[in-house]
Nanobody, 122 residues
Framework: QVELVESGGGPVQAGGSLRLSCASTSPSFYFDAMGWFRQAPGKERELVAAINWKSDLIRDSDSVKARFIVSRDNAKKQAYLEMVKIEPEDAAVYYC???????????????WGRGTQVAVSA
């Protein structure tokens, strides 16, 4: 049984920063790719950023380029999303996903976390 648990969300002022974490309970933590997704009210879930096992392949959404950085620590079995210069449009539930690279970047990872809420105030 693989479980992904997100943490680090919460209220933040526009222009502020947050660091989201995704911890895995999988014994091996060998996921080809980890991804961060978000879903705002009334909108579809979208890929924010993805990173492969070696951390040498990263894909991120145009809307977060130069503001959000995805990383992972395989030894700690965690993935991270460093968020800076947060904008009101970034308010959403953020989900962690894991699986093969193709599944993650197409929004259909094999495993999902339950999400962590990011609320942005102006």
């Amino acid at each position: 049984q693989v479980e992904l648990v997100e943490s680090g969300g919460g209220p933040v002022q526009a222009g502020g920063s947050l660091r989201l974490s995704c911890a895995s309970t999988s014994p091996s933590f060998y996921f080809d790719a980890m991804g961060w997704f978000r879903q705002a009210p009334g909108k579809e879930r979208e890929l924010v950023a993805a990173i492969n096992w070696k951390s040498d392949l990263i894909r991120d959404s145009d809307s977060v380029k130069a503001r959000f950085i995805v990383s992972r620590d395989n030894a700690k079995k965690q993935a991270y999303l460093e968020m800076v210069k947060i904008e009101p449009e970034d308010a959403a539930v953020y989900y962690c996903g894991a699986g093969t690279w193709d599944l993650v970047i197409t929004g259909t990872p094999a495993y999902w976390g339950r999400g962590t809420q990011v609320a942005v105030s102006a």
